[in-house]
């Protein structure tokens, strides 16, 4: 088990950083318009977006202007796909006639894939038609990825350049980065799990018979869509047995490309990656993950060749590719562990490790690892339902994105967070030696640490008190399906989820309700937005500042002391922010399995 579990984690970092460098380059060659190969290409079509949309592409933007364009940008694409959701019933290309989405359902779902998170409180397949899983689904997964990656683009500039005031045009970098970069990569990618068996057609269901009759049990709802409880507390189940079989179709292959590559992570079907239609074969799976992770570890190497220095941009690769490791290598050692977590809480021996909630053709070793990268990659998708993984399991997922999805994070988002970390680091470093922090040649002052402030503590009040006011309103409280530490775990999980961008469920709440989808929508929206803001505010106020020359006193930022103490700044800020929630959930389920055992 030790031998594959190494085997499998191995493969997959050599396989990353072995593509980071010629990704990296071409993206920052992409950026500039200068796309191998894919500029002779695809420069008319973005001359003719230029000239139907009626930009000048050479006019660039102040950081207010920016901010602007892309706040208004994002508002349009919620309301549009709000509006596609509400009327589908009667658009085309919906086979199965399935109906319009409830109001609070389709305004949960327009935030989630606006802001780049694609938290879904809906079955892909009962809810959604094929025309709107296209035309809005997909297509905000561009867009939203695209937006990540132009913030990071106006924040790298605001350090490379001297003695301006603006951090480029926002629809230029939109343009580009959809075009040039998320375009090929999704088409590439979808060709090759087309390859593999993932479906990709516009057919009906199909309703088939199976050669045995399935049973199974699962939570009595109310009208509501709440779980139903005994006088207990414990949640009534129901058995249900069937010898017929509905077979979701759909074009799966085109939404799948790029819902990995994004971020967003938002599945066609309600079990995800755990798919064999989305997700059918060891190969897959392993792609899926090389995806998510491709272009934000790429996007480290576009930092360094941006600003002249690509050492900047290796360093913090490797700081994300440290921390990255070590969750890995917990939860998959957590997973792997023969004492897994009963129904009363005591731990049972469970040959081969914890199996629960998990696809035989994946593993304990192939669900583990994918945990880990989906929740530092900033992506939604899963192929193993977190809520059954032990508790020290589930804890490594909730604390990746409680760092503030820095461990590689979504397209863009990811190291504008971590350079943003990384300005802190700085910070205190000149506190504790009593000079002025600088990073990539650019004085840090007081406005720049003030607009850090906001961007490290916007997510954590969202995530803490999004929780605090759940678990004490009895619409909060009716979602939870396990009682006790688990519960509360379930309810931390969501709001970590939807305030950093992520999207993945632990699956075991029941937030398809109106009080969970406008809750979990304005933690989504203000999770991202008001993170961007200040970005961007920080990119307009260092874009006229002159660089300076490294001198004696200045501190390397590209060594491994600088490394070390970027990881340890990442890690301070989060355990001291989350450690209490996380005592209440994971540790205190970890600590009581081994009381009872």
Known sequence: MLMNANLQTGLFIVALLILVKPLGLYMALAIDGRAPLLSRIGGPFEKLIYRVA???????????????????????????????????????????????????????????????????????????????????ITVQSFLSAASGIAVLLAMIRGFARSGVQTVGNLWVDLTRSTLYILLPLS???????????????????????????????????????????????????????????????????????????????????????????????????????????????????????????????????????????????????AEQARDVPSVDGASVLQTGGNMEGKETRFGVVGSALYATVTTSGGDGAVNAMHDSFTPIGGLVPMALMQTGEVVFGGPGSGLFSMIVDAMLAVFLAGLMIGRTPEYLGKKIDAYEMKMVAMVILVTPFLVLLGTAISVLVPAGIAGISNPGAHGFSEILYAFSSAANNNGSAFAGLSANTPYYNVMLAIAMWFGRFVVIVPVLAIAGSLAPKLRRTPGPGTLPTHGPLFVGLLIGTVVMVASLTYFPALALGPIVEQLTMTVIH
Not at 84 to 111: E, H, K
């Open 54 to 136: 009626g930009i000048d592409p050479a006019v660039e933007m102040s950081w207010k202007t920016y901010a602007l364009a892309l706040l208004l940008f994002s508002l349009v694409g919620t309301l549009a796909l709000y509006l596609l959701q509400r009327i589908q019933a009667w658009l085309p290309l919906n086979p199965q006639s399935l109906p319009n989405v409830g109001p609070d359902s389709a305004f949960n779902t327009a935030v989630s894939f606006v802001s780049n998170t694609s938290w879904q409180g809906y079955a892909g397949e009962t809810t959604m038609g094929y025309l709107v899983q296209m035309l809005g």
């Open 187 to 333: 088409l590439l990618f979808a060709g090759a799990f087309v390859g593999q068996g993932v479906i990709q057609n516009f057919a009906g269901y199909r309703q088939v018979q199976t050669l045995q009759p399935t049973t199974w049990q699962q939570p009595k709802l109310d009208g509501q869509g709440n779980p139903l409880h005994d006088a207990a507390g414990k949640v009534v189940q129901q058995t249900l047995t069937t010898q017929q079989q509905l077979l979701p179709m759909g074009p799966v292959a085109s939404q799948e490309s790029i819902k990995l590559l994004s971020g967003d992570g938002g599945g066609f079907f309600n079990a995800n990656s755990a798919h064999p239609y989305e997700n059918p074969t060891p190969l897959t799976n392993f792609l899926q993950m090389l995806a998510i992770l491709l272009i934000p570890a790429g996007l480290c190497y576009t930092l360094g060749v941006m600003v002249g220095d690509r050492r900047q941009g290796w360093a913090m690769l490797a700081a994300m590719t440290a921390m990255f490791i070590v969750m890995a290598i917990v939860a998959v050692h």
